[in-house]
Structures are given as structure tokens and as C-alpha cells.
């Protein structure tokens, strides 16, 4: 054999021990997100909540004003949509999208106003403003409030390019999956 046949056999096993250890990490770093997904563990990629892991306590109570919650938004063309804008990323949701955590910040038989910011029961809500444009220059409708209806919650977000309900209205609280509890998480 000569020294540039050694040379290359040497080579081409370095590279299928890399590409083997690459793939084997990779499949270590999905088991263990599948993992954690399984026993209520999440990760937040946006920017509404702090960065990091999160966990989804189970909620055994009814839901409340100013509970932190994940939950999973209805499949209706709104949220379609939102997904198609990038306002919500793929997920285990029956939509299609990830959970959102956001806090709820009224309940059925609440009233909401929404104008240039947002008030339930005549109480405004800080950092709720209201835009008309998202981030891209895409036209935004604000929901035009009303009366929580019964079976549904208000979502909010201090974040001030947040899509919540101050843009798709109440939602659904069967959608709750629990209470969002903060992990291991950075606020930049």
C-alpha cells in the first residue's frame, strides 16, 4: 500500500467518524427535546416572553386574571395567517403553530376597549399599545373589543410588537395547557 492510498483510507475514516458523531449528536439533541417536550418542558424562541426553557404546570383551578399561561391558539384562518407572516412559529398545536404564553388579562363576562391602547373594565392595561403596522409594514387590525364571551380568555404580552388579543380578540381557554413556568430563561 503506499502513503497516499494510507493517507487517503485515513481521511475518508476521519470524515465518516465525524459525520457519524455529528449525526449521533444531533439525534441525542431531538431525543432530548422530544423528551422534554413530553414531560412539559418547552423552549421560547420570541421575544413576547423571556428567551429559554419553560414548563407547563398543570393547572388545577380555573384559569384567572393575570395567570401566565401556554396555550394553544384555534385553527382559524387568523391564525393561518399569522403563521404565514412568521408571528407564530411551527409547533405541536392542533393548528399547527407552538404554544403561546402569554398572560390572561380578562375573562368571560369581562369588557374590553380597545383604542390606541387596551382597557378592561375601563382599567387600562400598561404597555398594551396598539399599532397599525407590524414590523414589515403589514397592515394590523385591532380587535374591536367587546364583551369576553363565556368559554374564552384575553391574552396579553407587555412586549410591544406581541400578536395578542389586543390583534386576534378572546380565544378559547379549552386551548390552555397549563400554567408557564420559567426555567432556565434570559430577558435580553
Known amino acids: 500500500m503506499t502513503y497516499a492510498l494510507f493517507c487517503r483510507r485515513s481521511v475518508l475514516r ?10 449521533a449528536g444531533l439525534a441525542l439533541s431531538v431525543g432530548i ?18 428567551l429559554g426553557f419553560w414548563r407547563v404546570r398543570p393547572l388545577e ?19 393561518a395567517e399569522a403563521r404565514a407572516r412568521g408571528y407564530l412559529r411551527r409547533g405541536l398545536c392542533s393548528a399547527g403553530v407552538a404554544p403561546l404564553i402569554k398572560t390572561v388579562i380578562a375573562i368571560e363576562g369581562q369588557r374590553i376597549e380597545i383604542d390606541t391602547d387596551v382597557r378592561v373594565d375601563g382599567r387600562r392595561i400598561s404597555e398594551s399599545g396598539v399599532v397599525s403596522k407590524d414590523g414589515k409594514g403589514r ?14 380568555v384575553f391574552l396579553h404580552s407587555p412586549y410591544s410588537a406581541s400578536w395578542d388579543s389586543r390583534y386576534f380578540g378572546p380565544i378559547p381557554a379549552s386551548g390552555v395547557l397549563g400554567l408557564a413556568e420559567e426555567v432556565l430563561t434570559y430577558a435580553p
Open 14 to 23: 476521519h470524515r465518516r467518524r465525524t459525520v457519524a458523531a455529528v449525526f
Open 61 to 79: 383551578r380555573p384559569i384567572a386574571v393575570g395567570d401566565l399561561v401556554f396555550i394553544c391558539p384555534p385553527g382559524t384562518a387568523q391564525f
Open 33 to 50: 427535546l422530544a423528551a422534554g417536550a413530553i414531560a412539559g418542558y418547552h423552549i421560547n424562541f420570541t421575544p413576547s416572553e423571556p
Open 139 to 152: 397592515a394590523l387590525d385591532a380587535h374591536a373589543g367587546g364583551i369576553v364571551p363565556a368559554g374564552n
